[in-house]
């Protein structure tokens, strides 16, 4: 009986105490401090959208399917890797005054996830 109240008060006391988190600071420039897990699935579908937007990067209609397909991974995984791919494939277009308007549209919507609002 005394052990299992000793366990006991010795789990609340546990649980009560702050928590205490350390940065991790580089020493190195060629440290690596965290490893992101790997991007999985995509099938053949994205890989084929992949090489057709390569082979025509300034193809608005496969710019802004592969973007539209980057941002709902974004969305859905949380991560914001595919955030970045969804930029990329809009990269051809720079000049906001020239861009077709729905590539200007998704260009903004693939800016939504890094904004920081105030």
Request: charged share 25%; no cysteine.
């Given at each position: 009986m005394r052990t299992h109240l000793l366990a006991l008060i010795?789990?609340?006391?546990?649980?009560?105490?702050?928590a205490v988190a350390v940065?991790?600071?580089?020493?190195?420039?060629?440290?690596?401090?965290d490893v992101?897990?790997?991007?999985?699935?995509?099938?053949?579908?994205?890989?084929?959208?992949?090489l057709r937007?390569?082979?025509?990067p300034r193809d608005p209609t496969l710019a802004l399917a592969a973007a539209?397909?980057?941002?709902?991974?974004?969305?859905?995984?949380?991560?914001p890797r595919f955030a970045g791919m969804a930029m990329a494939a809009l990269g051809p277009w720079q000049d906001e005054g020239t861009m077709p308007d729905?590539?200007?549209?998704t260009a903004l919507l693939t800016r939504l996830p890094t904004t920081r609002f105030s």
């Open positions: 010795l789990a609340l006391a546990a649980t009560s105490l702050p940065p991790i600071v580089p020493t190195r420039d060629d440290e690596v401090v992101l897990p790997a991007v999985t699935g995509g099938g053949a579908e994205a890989r084929r959208l992949r937007l390569a082979s025509a539209a397909r980057y941002l709902e991974q974004a969305h859905e995984l949380g991560d729905d590539v200007n549209f």
